[in-house]
T-cell receptor, first 113, second 109 residues
Framework: IAGITQAPTSQILAAGRRMTLRCTQD?????MYWYRQDLGLGLRLIHY???????GKGEVPDGYSVSRANTDDFPLTLASAVPSQTSVYFC????????????FGPGTRLTVL | GQNIDQPTEMTATEGAIVQINCTYQ??????LFWYQQHAGEAPTFLSY??LDGLEEKGRFSSFLSRSKGYSYLLLKELQMKDSASYLC??????????WGAGTKLIIKP
């Protein structure tokens, strides 16, 4: 089934622990993105990748890292989780070009205690 | 700074028409998107405008005025399934999407 998947669906994590959120797409899109969505705020870009092998920082990159070893996968790592990272995380992908719609994964609900 | 403004919440009646406004102040403009997001789900694409004017797609239409920094999403013949949040997003000069906080639309029978 074509699309974009994320894992886990939800997670409760102790502060200070390391966590990797997984994202995989099978649409052969060049660009991929990680967002966080908090109540009352718009989606905020954490990191992005325009093509395999390259990554860039978004609006709120601190405390997060990403890698893009191949076209399909774009994992997001929290090196040492803090409570302020409690959020819903969405991965998205798109063809290259600013006019191309982004396709979103189902999201990961992360709670850091 | 960059700013996208949308009403927080709107209420409308099934079968009616509703207009959701979006105003923006961004560093450059390379297009505007509208997305729909049902509660607990991912956003899904509705429309894209880059030139001034109205784009119609079934029951949904989107309008853009670049000189006014303004867009609206028009939903006709409202159905209960249209209850969702509607997100406005602008492509800025760095070709990044800047997102509004979204408008929660409540449809009443």
């Amino acid at each position: 089934i074509a699309g974009i998947t994320q894992a886990p669906t939800s997670q409760i994590l102790a502060a200070g622990r390391r966590m990797t959120l997984r994202c995989t797409q099978d649409m052969r899109h060049n660009a991929m993105y990680w967002y966080r969505q908090d109540l009352g705020l718009g989606l905020r870009l954490i990191h992005y990748s325009n093509t395999a092998g390259t990554t860039g920082k978004g609006e709120v990159p601190d405390g997060y890292s990403v890698s893009r070893a191949n076209t399909d996968d774009f994992p997001l790592t929290l090196a040492s989780a803090v409570p302020s990272q409690t959020s819903v995380y969405f991965c998205a992908s798109s063809d290259s070009g600013s006019s191309n719609e982004q396709f979103f994964g189902p999201g990961t609900r992360l709670t850091v205690l | 700074g960059q700013n996208i403004d949308q009403p927080t919440e709107m209420t409308a009646t099934e079968g009616a028409i509703v207009q959701i406004n979006c105003t923006y102040q961004t560093s450059g403009f390379n297009g505007l998107f509208w997305y729909q997001q049902h509660a607990g789900e991912a956003p899904t694409f509705l429309s894209y405008n880059v030139l001034d004017g109205l784009e119609e797609k079934g029951r949904f239409s989107s309008f853009l005025s670049r000189s006014k920094g303004y867009s609206y999403l028009l939903l006709k013949e409202l159905q209960m399934k249209d209850s969702a949040s509607y997100l406005c997003a602008v492509v800025d000069s760095n070709y990044q999407l800047i997102w509004g906080a979204g408008t929660k639309l409540i449809i009443k029978p």
